[in-house]
């Protein structure tokens, strides 16, 4: 089994940086793909990022291409998400997620995604 914790989630201002952490433990992930999801105030939880389970790959959401950056350390057991220029729609609580051991490729689809963190809240005001 795998537990998922999230950390550095926080308030900022509109243009502020935020870098989001995702630690692993119970067993490695490093042959799992690994992504972000958010989930905003009365909205349905979205794809944000996801990274393949070497960091060859990545894929991001047209809304934060180019902003935000996904990227794992292995020998950690950690993903991060670097999120630069934030605007208040980011506001959401972050969730990170892994796939089981062998599925290697990021999807964008929640379900194929068999281990969950509990999220953390990134507030951006404006």
């Known amino acids: 089994q795998v537990q998922l914790v999230e950390s550095g989630g926080g308030l900022v201002q509109a243009g502020d940086s935020l870098r989001l952490s995702c630690a692993a433990s119970?067993?490695?992930?490093?042959?799992?793909?690994m992504g972000w999801f958010h989930q905003a105030p009365g909205k349905e939880r979205e794809f944000v990022s996801a990274?393949?389970?070497?960091?060859?790959?990545?894929s991001y959401a047209d809304s934060v291409k180019g902003r935000f950056t996904i990227s794992r350390d292995n020998g950690k057991n950690t993903m991060f998400l670097q999120m630069t220029r934030l605007k208040p729609e980011d506001t959401a609580v972050y969730y990170c997620?892994?796939?089981?051991?062998?599925?290697?490729?990021?999807?964008?689809?929640?379900?194929?995604?068999?281990?969950w963190g509990q999220g953390t809240q990134v507030t951006v005001s404006s």
């Open positions: 997620a892994a796939r089981a051991p062998g599925y290697y490729s990021g999807t964008v689809w929640q379900e194929q995604y068999a281990y």
């Open positions: 119970g067993r490695t992930v490093s042959s799992s793909a």
């Open positions: 990274i393949s389970w070497n960091g060859g790959s990545t």
